[in-house]
């Protein structure tokens, strides 16, 4: 009895653990949503962001996206070819990439290089006082570190988005037109009348609100961490963990709202 | 590379980013271009399934619009197209809905009319439809035949399946066999007879051919009028009695249209008319109660705005999350947060036994303010009244422009040592969703906190709500 | 200038801060001494409105920054200067930048000016021409000696040091020690220290305060602490293992 009891408790307590940490995250968007309409606004600590998030990790975007690009219209060929309908291997790949793979893998990329990397830099300025250092000196590290980082999420992220989702349909083309010989012109073709502006649109719409999301786990994680160099390793883990479970699960309910 | 700055580098980036951005949606928007320009038509079908927005009208294969518009007339598909504006559509061109393949989209196809036949008019009619045969029809018409088919061998099965019916088939063609042995005998035994025969046969038919002839000509004498029924054809008294009959005919009505017999007493009684009338009024009034019910919970509407405030004196930022919802066109509640970084200044002066007075300042950190209003709207005014900032007040707002601009007055915190608080702005729509808004806030304070400010909000209305809430699936 | 009036804070059920009432002297050094994991930086965290205590106030020229906001607690904290124990240095910046980032953020002096003042600040904690230096290339003397530099460079009224000479060398000690005493004196500065070093107890402090058990036991001049008949002291001061502090 005692046991079960012991259990129900555990799990209660886990469960509001997690209302409580949503709670928070949510806490210090509204935050961040105060402080960014609040000037000055850094610019020179958001472009140090946006290059961190988004130039440094075009390299990454470029080759996944590639790569997914490829994978599918090879994967998508063994399929069509049952149906004589090779030339909708285009189509596919461009809606595939435009709608999901493009805005989620890059999303995934990204929060595994920039969030992680944010939960592991506010955490260490966490754990060694720098924190504590800028509000003292009457910086508010909401402003300081935070907002910068939020905004180069939610602007990078689409930028890296549409490289992914182009790249992804050049790999498609590549693989498609001269390895499988898919006649050139039906494939863009079919790419021009299946793929809607709204499909793109809304594939940044989810990319930019994705940036949102890791940035914003990324900072919360690293801004609250607490024990040592331990305490960093954790907050890194646990940032990308929920970062990229977030991600996918937030997709999900975008697409059912948007397509 | 470490010559170029951060700023250069993000720059580049956003630039080819944007520039890809814009060759993707100018290739795949392409299909699109010069549709906007076009002219409306409509054209009602009586079943538009798998019709879609934006779905493609073609002549012979050529895309020359699209189809804007889907609505319901008279329990049939009203469907609006768009054409390019260098295609012309004569008055009797025929639109059909048809389908790329059997599974593949709908779009409507138009076949051209009669050249020099006149144009139809910018918002005019397609008049000629064809049902095509949909998919569903077919397969349903196709499982009858079939079902036919298969009560025909289902009977045939019974009637020769088993070994009895084994036996019969047997027997009938040994019954044939034997029939046929016969004839072939009879046949050889009466040759000359058969002879005979044809030769009786041709000289039957010539004397036919005579007879013929004869009947020919007594149809002659009777339309001449010779004989009994050549007069009773011919004769013009048949035709007067008719014609009285029908004059007769025609008095009895114009008598009912006079008012005159029972009949038409019942048709041209003024009584009659206006019960008729006031019924129908009635079925109208209904179907007006009906609309009435309709919109009104069309009207039931619930906004979602946040709405940030930057006060320039003090440096601050205010925020407001605001739920609205509006039971019916002139009525509100409003209930949201404020996120106030300021607070509350309360300023205690206490004086020990002999020692000089202290003067101590607190700031209520009470970071986070309620607003919990009722409103009730009288055409370009709206009246509110409630909690603003977690303090009582009232408000004022003045609507012009369709909505789009709003004046807002509003007086609350009725402190015994302050001023009242008093805030004033106008707010803009200059997007769907996005406002811009300028003001004043707290403009009579003795504490220092009066401060112009800007503004921005966004509102998401119902429609976006609904969406929000309509189309996410639960789980069950 | 400085005032703790009934400060009471607890961390979830844990008791750190039980009362604390304490006067700091305008322009002298003020010694916060007590037991490792005391709550002696959670004392000092309290006088710079990082923490908030439970209940109590904490008064700095008058104001309570308890129940302050965060804009005008902004204001106060210009009058601080903080050296915290690891000196907390930004590490993605070079000591040029660290010590010109309050500078940068609070004044609207140009680049030359700001290069010029920083220049000033490393030659008066001793360490001049680090400027293009990382933190990282640092000892960690040199680290605190950085911070103390970026703590003073907006010419602050009072300066905290967080356990200033903890993880040195006893040479790098007294350096410190030293630099804390001209500094005081050069820029006429409150200084509040902690500290469980006692060699360095008698040489910085004008006042020390002995904090034991979320209290403090004991408040007085260097010489009235020296004198000072307090079990709790005593053993403390002499390091014995007898007494009313139990290690285990």
Known sequence: MNRISAAVDRFGRAVLDNIEEMGRIFILFISV??????????????FKQMEFVGVKSIFVVVLTGTFTGMVMALQGYYGFRMFNAESLVGSTVALGMTRELGPV?????????????????????????????????????????????????????????????????????????????????????????????????????????????????????????????????KATTEAVVLASVSILVSDYFLTAIMF | MSSISTEAKVGLFVLVALIILGYMSFRVGEKGF????????????????????????????????????????????????????????????????????????????????????????????????????????????????????????????????????????????????????????????????????????????????????????????????????????????????????????????????????????????????????????????????????????????TFLSYRGEY???????????????????????????????????????????????????????????????IGKRFKDIALRGGVF????????????????????????????????????????????????????????????GDSPFVGFSIKFEDEDLKYLLGSVPMPN | MIKLVDVHKSFGRQKVLG??????????????IGGSGGGKSVLLKHIIGLLRPDSGQVIVDGVDIASLNDRDLNEIRKKFGMLF?????????????????????????????????????LKAVGLPGVENKMPSELSGGMRKRVGLARAIALHPQIVLFDEPTTGLDPVMTEAINELIIETQKSFELTCVVISHDVQSIFKVGHRIAMLYEGKIVEYGTSEEIRGSSNPVLRQFLSGSLEGPISVM
């Open chain 1, 33 to 46: 949503l105060m402080w960014m309409v609040r000037p000055p606004l850094k610019l020179r600590l958001i």
């Open chain 1, 105 to 233: 893998l890059t999303a995934l990329m990204v929060t595994a290089r920039a969030g992680s990397a944010m939960a592991a830099e506010l955490g260490t300025m966490r754990v060694t006082e720098q924190i504590d250092a800028l509000s003292v000196m009457a910086t508010n590290p909401v402003k300081h570190l935070i907002v910068p980082r939020i905004i180069a999420g939610v602007i990078m992220l689409p930028a890296l988005t549409i490289v992914s989702d182009f790249m992804g349909i050049l790999g498609g083309y590549f693989v498609g037109v001269p390895i499988l010989n898919i006649n050139a012109g039906a494939f863009i073709k079919n790419i021009t009348k299946m793929v809607d502006l709204g499909d793109i649109y809304n594939g940044l719409i989810k990319a930019a609100f994705f940036g949102l999301i890791l940035s914003l786990v990324g900072c919360y994680k690293g801004f609250n961490t607490t024990g040592g160099a331990e305490g960093v390793g």
């Open chain 2, 34 to 301: 010069g549709l906007k320009k076009g002219y409306p038509v409509h054209v009602v079908f009586d079943n538009a399934t798998g019709l879609e927005k934006d779905a493609s009208v073609q002549i012979a294969g050529v895309e020359v619009g699209r189809v804007e518009d889907i609505s319901l007339k008279d329990g049939k598909a009203l469907v609006t197209l768009r054409i390019v504006p260098n295609v012309r559509l004569e008055k009797d061109v025929q639109a059909k809905i048809k389908a790329y393949g059997i599974l593949g989209d709908k779009y409507v196809d138009i076949v051209p009319g009669t050249l020099g036949e006149a144009y139809i008019a910018v918002g005019g009619d397609i008049v000629r439809t064809e049902q095509q045969a949909d998919i569903d029809k077919l397969l349903s018409e196709l499982g009858t035949i079939a079902g036919d088919v298969m009560e025909v061998t289902a009977s045939l099965k019974n009637s020769m399946g088993g070994a009895k019916g084994e036996e019969n088939i047997r027997a009938i063609i040994d019954n044939t066999r034997a029939i046929t042995e016969d004839l072939a005998r009879i046949v050889r035994q009466n040759d000359a007879k058969l002879n005979l025969m044809v030769d009786n046969l041709s000289e039957a038919s010539s004397e036919m051919r005579r007879t013929f002839a004869t009947l020919n000509s007594i149809v002659e004498k009777i339309d001449s009028g010779e004989g009994t029924i050549g007069q009773l054809v011919e004769n013009r008294d048949a035709f007067d009695n008719l014609n009285q009959t029908l004059v007769s005919l025609k008095g009895i009505t114009e008598k009912i249209n006079r008012g005159e017999g029972s009949i038409g007493k019942l048709v041209n009684d003024e009584d009659t008319v206006d019960n008729l009338n006031s019924s129908l009024k009635s079925i109208g009034k209904s179907m007006d109660g009906i609309d009435r019910y309709v919109s009104k919970s069309e009207q039931f509407k």
């Open chain 2, 311 to 373: 006060l320039f004196d003090s440096g601050d930022g205010k925020g407001y999350i605001d739920l609205t919802i509006r039971p019916k066109e002139d009525k509100f509640y409003v209930l949201g947060l404020v996120t106030n970084p300021n607070g509350r200044l309360t300023v205690t002066d206490t004086t020990p036994a002999g020692g000089a007075t202290a003067r101590t300042e607190t700031w209520e950190r009470d970071e986070l303010l309620f607003t919990a209003q």
């Open chain 2, 389 to 448: 900032e977690s303090t009582g007040g009232v408000g004022v707002d003045y609507f012009a422009l369709d909505d789009r601009l709003q004046l807002t007055f509003e007086v609350f915190d009725f402190g015994s040592d302050r001023n009242a608080h008093l805030k004033t702005y106008a707010e803009y729509r200059f997007l769907k969703h996005i406002y811009l808004s300028a003001g004043w806030d707290d403009f009579i304070s003795n504490e220092g």
């Open chain 3, 19 to 32: 009362g604390i009432n304490l006067d700091i002297e305008d322009g002298k050094t003020t010694v916060i």
């Open chain 3, 85 to 121: 124990q690891e000196a907390a240095l930004f590490d993605s910046m070079n000591v040029m930048e660290n010590v010109a980032f309050p500078l940068r953020a609070h004044t609207k002096k140009k680049d030359a000016e700001i290069r010029q003042t920083v220049a000033e600040m």
